[in-house]
């Protein structure tokens, strides 16, 4: 069966500091991986999606960047945070087919101070 | 670009059906999906629509109307459990599946 994990679940940083948040995919190969953000309250908005290796699409211009390494690997981000970048972060994946099914990660709670 | 639109708060009691509904533009529509978030969790799928008509899952059932850019999402026998923010997003083209969001409907279910 597949399953998604992200890491870390929650994490408080300093404005000006640097920002990895780490996805990973099992049990699937070639999987759309995406990254999402959610403000309190609020919907989700769609940051960085890949259809492949070192294939990326941003679709909000933002102070943070994605990589995908490995096939199954998706990586969040950022050189230095902004207050404005606090929220919930989650990565998705979606197989092929038309489904219309995404899978979410567990989230990661990013506070910046 | 694509819009959906959503209530953001829907209230009701235990035992009680409730519809969301969601109206959406976008173009190269292919099919309005439904997930569920519990605070501090991740969204999970509901359901998926492709095609007119409704789908059944158990207590939920989802609704599409292509022609009027509208779907619903129904959720009969409410309980406690089924207090939760619910999403829908649409599908965009091509191969690529770019999911939007609904700013999302709190629903709210009393005793």
């Known amino acids: 069966s597949q399953t998604i994990h992200q890491w870390p679940a929650t994490l408080v940083q300093p404005v000006g500091s640097p920002l990895s948040l780490e996805c990973t995919v099992e049990?699937?190969?070639?999987?759309?991986l995406y990254w999402y953000r959610q403000a309190a309250g609020r919907g989700l908005q769609l940051l960085f999606y890949?259809?492949?290796?070192?294939?990326i699409s941003s679709e909000v211009p933002q102070n943070l960047s994605a990589s995908r390494p490995q096939d199954r690997q998706f990586i969040l981000s950022s050189k230095k945070l902004l207050l404005s970048d606090s929220g919930f972060y989650l990565c998705?994946?979606?197989?092929?087919?038309?489904?219309?099914?995404?899978?979410f990660g567990e989230g990661s709670r990013l506070t910046v101070l | 670009g694509q819009s959906l639109e959503q209530p953001s708060e829907v209230t009701a009691v235990e035992g009680a059906i409730v519809q969301i509904n969601c109206t959406y533009q976008?173009?190269?529509?292919?099919?309005l999906s439904w997930y569920q978030q519990h605070d501090g969790g991740a969204p999970t799928f509901l359901s998926y629509?492709?095609?007119?008509g409704l789908e059944e899952t158990g207590r939920f059932s989802s609704f599409l109307s292509r022609s009027d850019s509208y779907g619903y999402l129904l959720l009969q026998e409410l309980q406690m459990k089924d207090s939760a923010s619910y999403f829908c997003?649409?599908?965009?083209?091509?191969?690529?599946?770019?999911?939007?969001f609904g700013r999302g409907t709190s629903l709210i279910v009393h005793p």
């Open positions: 998705a994946w979606a197989r092929g087919g038309d489904t219309g099914e995404l899978f």
């Open positions: 049990g699937t190969s070639n999987p759309n």
């Open positions: 890949s259809v492949g290796i070192g294939q």
């Open positions: 976008t173009s190269g529509f292919y099919g």
């Open positions: 629509n492709a095609l007119d």
């Open positions: 997003a649409v599908r965009d083209g091509g191969g690529s599946y770019i999911p939007t």
